[in-house]
């Protein structure tokens, strides 16, 4: 008894006293990181996959294979729009006049990290050549790596997908087979030929998953290559315990690297500028990554500086932020900074525009006027702002353009056409002959009962979601039934044009327009549009857009697209996430990236540094 | 005995069989397709059926159940389909972070609702007893994610006497640092309802008729409670002391996601959220294997702690 009430009593007086003061700044946690010490730390929030780069598709397996590995191309740390430079390769490539010749020139003395798969090599390590590249890019079209991000070469390069298929026939994948599409005339010299024009290639070859991998490693770890990553990059894997921890070791032998970027004109690009310009990469010496699933934990362990930069508190984001997206004085004051960006990414409504969704009629299905007016009026009835203030809590801004901001092709004065205004909604569908009933719910003009399916997964979230649907369809007396699947069941839907409505999001591949504007091309109808859009003038203008590299031309094409989008209603744009990145003031040359880039090998960090 | 230990574990066969089959069917029907989670953003039907062909699951049903039972009889679940882990791996590599939380958890709990219950009911109806009933009751009514948050937030963000999270390297650092918290949250759950369990058997026994004998015969009341009281309920308490082991294979998921540690509990969730059908099969049939045979190592401590059971 008497345990029990000095127990209660500790708890209630330590209650009290928590409840009473905020751990003061100064007092660092003992679990925080030493004086001196080059290390950062930071906190994954979900589980990372594996580091094997053609088996995996998260986003931060990603963030770790990209500091590994290295592909021939990457992009500018600092530039907005993304700008693409070399990496391995001593240059940009050289691109035939019909866009369908890629020549590169990769550096030479770049070595692999010293592995056991090297053995009897000198020092256990070995030169980095072009067939490298050429072995990397055939293992995402192995049928055994069933690679997510096959598509980025499927029919793309000369001979590849008939290796592929045979490949599928036989069982086995013959990578010493001869393919027309790569040439590797001399160790360092790749040429790669493509099936079909296409000026916006290298955006592939800079994609962080297309780094090279040693073969000798990929056969020595055989099905364990995604805890054995062997790569050229900034840093090489020291420790992994799965779905726990991840550290990283400066790659000793790395390449001279020294930083470089183009701060254009913005301050505090100019301010990283200043401060990194010329130092040697990496400046940080040692990656501790954590993953930690639950944003408290993360949260009060960034507090307790048990880790230098936060990467994902958007649950927790009033706590630190004020209403007009600031961070709150008391952390200003102990010199905490917080990066805001918007994500690189598409959130949006998509309505099937098939007129049968199996053997059964689509009500918002087809390209009629009284189809497209329904489907207008559902999008105008929508209440965006709704969706960003209260579901995200201001953690998002409004869409516009179906190309987010820092991408090649970005349209940053484009105003989406389609506006909230539930009372022209009403008078839109009044006009089109959905009539209201006694109960207030419009019928089709046919007079037919009029019930939309809208697709959700069950989740609070997208609870939330289903009831700011349910609230926008009644304000123009549509009835709407919520339906309630499994991800992977709706992923399987979308794919087989089943849906009728549902909210997506697409998040940057790679930073060039044509990632996004792909999803409402017409053959892409199973595949990632899912709203199975089939307009001849947005194809048209999308197979031209395709043959032309980024520029002027290509970004009056996307123009005309989106608004040929708008017309037809096939999509409601509504909103891109902020990403709220937090830094303790020990911690240098962040800069939000608008993809992959490996971003720890550009950052410093001074424990003892005035701050 | 023999005979009753070879007729029980002759039982376990029809009692897994039935979890087998209960997991394949929940599976199937509600755990969706994985290959669509597998195949990425951009997949084309080509793509999943290949998908398909290498997990398996184009093959029929019976098939596929037909491989479900084989791996249980080789103990060889293949790979994880999310990280190409093999599942023995995972086994071998989430369970010691569990164990090294809850073996001291339950260890400690039980122990400190044990002397507690024992106080309590030696006092039955004084104020002592009720207060601690009423704080017991309270303490159950609170659930484990308020007291994870609050011991968290205090004892090792205010007061930083602990980690806010976090597992290292070698198993004492484990468990004088990182597993200090959590298992004081889990003692902390825990000792509310089983004191006031404890506090029941005990209540039972004091009530009767040899212990009022051993009070006449002049025993001390130490040696009353402590000896005689406390080894008449040990029956019912290593009952539940034993329905609770086989959740430590499962692990404490919600403990382990808030303080970071890499434990098989942390590892079931993650399969369910990855459809990682592997895994959850292995987490699955261990955790049967488990109950029935701490449910069997019960009935034979019955028959240690109280020799008048027979085992027939």
């Known amino acids: 008894m008497t345990k029990a009430c000095v127990f209660i009593a500790i708890l209630f007086a330590a209650i009290l006293v928590g409840c009473g003061e905020r751990a003061s700044p100064d007092s660092v946690s003992p679990h925080a990181g030493s004086p001196g010490e080059k290390a950062l730390r930071l906190t994954f929030s979900t589980a990372e996959t594996g580091f094997d780069p053609v088996k995996v598709s998260d986003y931060y397996s990603g963030l770790v294979i990209s500091a590994i590995f290295e592909p021939l191309l990457t992009y500018d740390y600092l530039a907005r729009p993304a700008r693409l430079v070399p990496n391995i390769a001593t240059a940009l490539p050289q ?13 030479r003395g770049v070595y692999f990290t010293p592995d056991a798969a090297f053995k009897g090599l000198p020092d256990s390590r070995r030169e980095l050549t072009s067939a490298d590249y050429v072995y990397s890019i055939k293992r995402f079209l192995d049928p055994k790596n069933r690679s997510p991000y096959a598509f980025l070469f499927e029919g793309k390069i000369v001979g590849l997908d008939r290796l592929a298929a045979n490949a599928k026939k036989s069982g086995h994948f013959d990578y010493d087979a001869a393919v027309a599409g790569f040439e590797t005339p001399d160790r360092y010299t790749l040429r790669i030929r493509l099936t079909d024009t296409d000026f916006n290639f290298s955006h592939v070859l800079a994609f962080n998953l297309v780094g090279a991998v040693a073969r000798e490693a990929i056969v020595a770890y055989g099905d364990d290559t995604n805890a054995h990553p062997v790569g050229t990059g900034a840093y090489q894997l020291k420790r992994y315990v799965r779905s726990s921890k991840i550290v990283l070791e400066k790659n000793a032998g790395f390449r001279e690297l020294r930083w ?13 500028a200043a401060r990194m310009t010329g130092k040697k990469i990496p400046q940080i010496e040692r990656v501790e990554i954590s993953v930690m699933d639950e944003a408290q934990s993360r949260w009060l362990a960034f507090q307790r500086r048990e880790t230098d930069i936060e990467y994902q508190l958007e649950e927790l984001a009033p706590k630190f932020m004020t209403m007009d997206g600031k961070l709150k004085p008391e952390y200003t004051s102990q010199g905490i900074r917080m990066e805001r960006s918007v994500d690189a990414e598409i959130i949006y409504l998509f309505f099937n525009t098939q007129e049968k969704i199996g053997n059964a009629p689509n009500p918002i299905g087809g390209f009629s006027k009284e189809k497209i ?38 349209e940053p004065a484009y105003r989406n056409s389609i506006a909230y205004d539930p009372q022209l909604a009403n008078a839109l569908l009044d006009k089109f002959g959905y009539t209201r009933g006694a109960d207030g719910y419009r019928t089709l003009p046919n007079g037919n009962l009029l019930i939309l399916k809208y697709y959700s997964t069950p989740t609070e979230r997208d609870r939330q979601f289903d009831e700011l649907m349910k609230r926008s369809l009644d304000a123009i007396g549509i009835r709407v039934e919520i339906h309630k699947d499994r991800f992977a069941e709706l992923i399987k839907l979308a794919n087989q044009c089943r849906l009728m409505m549902k909210s997506a999001a697409w998040i940057a591949d790679y930073p060039d327009g044509d990632n996004f504007m792909q999803l409402l091309y017409g053959p892409n109808a199973g595949q990632t549009n899912s709203a199975c859009y089939k307009s001849p003038e947005y194809d048209k203008r999308y197979e031209q857009s395709r043959r032309l590299p980024d520029g002027p031309q290509r970004n009056h094409l996307y123009r005309e697209m989106a608004r040929q989008m708008e017309a037809d209603t096939a999509w409601l744009l509504t909103d891109s996430r902020y990403r709220n990145v937090l830094l303790h003031p020990y911690v240098a040359g962040y800069k939000k990236s608008a993809v992959n880039v490996s971003e720890w090998m550009y950052m410093g960090i001074d424990r003892q540094g005035p701050h | ?90 086994f071998a590599t989430r369970l010691i972070p569990s164990l090294t939380v809850l073996v001291p958890m339950l260890i400690v709990g039980t122990a400190m609702a044990m002397v507690l219950a024992l106080l309590v ?9 009720r207060a601690v009933m009423i704080t017991c009751t309270v303490g159950q009514s609170i659930s484990i994610l308020v007291y994870i948050i609050v011991f968290q937030y205090i004892f090792a963000f205010q007061l930083g006497w602990f980690p806010v999270q976090g597992w290292g390297q070698d198993f004492m650092t484990n468990l004088l640092k990182f597993s200090v918290l959590p298992i004081v949250v889990g003692v902390a759950v825990s000792l509310a309802p089983d004191t006031r369990l404890y506090r029941t058997f005990f209540l039972d026994e004091i009530n009767q008729d040899y212990v009022r004998t051993a009070r006449a015969k002049g025993m001390s009341e130490a040696r009353v409670m402590g000896v005689h009281v406390l080894r008449n309920a040990a029956i019912p308490i290593v009952t539940n002391v034993m329905i609770q082991l086989p959740a430590l294979l499962a692990g404490a998921f919600l403990i382990e996601r808030f303080f970071s540690i890499p434990g098989i509990g942390r590892e079931v969730l993650l399969a369910v959220e990855r459809s990682d059908f592997p895994v959850i099969k292995a987490v699955t049939v261990y955790v049967a294997m488990a109950t029935l045979v701490f449910n069997l190592l019960a009935d034979i401590l019955y028959k240690a702690v109280d020799p008048r059971v027979q085992l027939k």
């Open chain 1, 373 to 410: 007016a329904l489907r207008r009026a559902i999008a105008m009835a929508y209440n965006i702002d709704d969706q960003i203030n209260v579901i995200r809590k201001g953690q998002a801004v409004r869409t516009h353009y179906p190309i987010p901001p820092g991408i090649a092709g970005h």
């Open chain 2, 121 to 129: 009911a030696y006092q039955r109806g004084a104020l002592t007893d």
């Open chain 1, 95 to 107: 691109i035939s006049d019909d866009g369908k010749t890629y020549t590169l020139t990769i550096r």
């Open chain 2, 1 to 90: 005995m023999s005979a009753y230990i070879i007729r029980r574990i002759l039982q376990f066969v029809p009692t897994l069989l039935g979890v087998v089959l209960l997991v394949f069917i929940l599976f199937n029907w509600i755990g969706g397709d994985p290959a669509y989670l597998l195949a990425g953003k951009m997949s084309n039907p080509e793509q999943i059926a290949n998908i398909r062909k290498q997990l398996g699951v184009d093959q029929p049903y019976y098939v596929q159940l037909w491989i479900f039972i084989m791996q249980i009889v080789t103990g060889d679940f293949g790979v994880s389909w999310a990280t190409n882990e093999k599942v023995s791996a995972i």
């Open chain 1, 260 to 272: 470089s970027a183009d701060a254009g004109s913005d301050t505090a690009d100019q301010a990283i």
